[in-house]
């Protein structure tokens, strides 16, 4: 097999990223209930789903390679906000997010055998008003369907963003710098040390 790990994520983003640090992995959908518990603070909760993620590829895969699984979610106060349901559930998602601060947490998990490191990476995003207008255009641009608080960054949704606080990647999906240093314990490096 001609890569170093899989990706247990469906996100183009995921791999997008990865692919443009020059990664050579291979991406797998990871079919998982992404419900919330009762009682989980955001944290534990990303945790869990990203730990779940690859878990569940590791049953898939024959292989001694390593899996790296991720989770996102934004979170304002005790508020967590996953991926929108529908229209309705996106519009109540922006109405709080709005002309508000709130945090993005990316959990990134890499496991193999026995062995398992994580990370939780947490980001502020400060979001300027959004127009009803502009809730109309941007939902019909079919962009906020799968994305956690139902926006991009990278996307269209950057003409809200005010200002960030934190890791960019880790609000597009996946830390970077956290998931370089996770995949180097696995001996898989981008560079010589």
């Known amino acids: ?6 990706l247990a994520s469906a996100s183009p ?4 990223m990865l692919s443009q640090l020059g990664y050579n992995f291979h991406a797998m959908a990871v079919d998982c209930d992404e419900s919330l518990c009762e ?22 895969v024959a292989s001694a390679k390593p899996v790296l699984a991720a989770d996102t979610l934004v979170v304002q106060g005790e508020k967590i906000f996953g991926k929108p349901i529908d229209k309705q559930d996106a519009f109540a998602m922006w109405q709080v997010l709005a002309g508000s601060v709130h945090q993005v947490l990316s959990a990134v998990v ?7 490191e994580s990370v939780c990476v ?7 008003p959004i127009s009803r207008q502009q809730q109309e255009a941007y939902w019909a641009s079919g962009e906020p369907l799968d994305k956690a ?3 991009a960054i990278q996307g269209k949704a950057s003409v809200f963003v005010e200002k960030i606080n934190g890791s960019y990647s880790g609000i ?12 180097n314990r696995f001996g ?3 560079w010589p040390s």
Not at 1 to 6: A, I, L, Q, T
Not at 13 to 16: A, C, I, K, L, Y
Not at 122 to 127: L, T
């Open 172 to 183: 597009v999906g996946l830390p970077l710098l956290e998931t370089a240093a996770l995949l």
């Open 188 to 190: 898989i490096k981008l």
């Open 39 to 60: 009682g989980e603070t955001a944290e534990q909760a990303v945790m869990r789903l990203a730990r779940m993620k690859a878990e569940i590829a590791l049953a898939q």
């Open 110 to 116: 890499v496991s193999q055998h026995d062995q398992l």
């Open 149 to 151: 608080g139902a926006y």
């Open 13 to 16: 983003r995921r791999r997008e």
């Open 1 to 6: 097999m001609g890569f170093d790990f899989y």
């Open 122 to 128: 947490s980001s502020e995003v400060y979001m300027g």
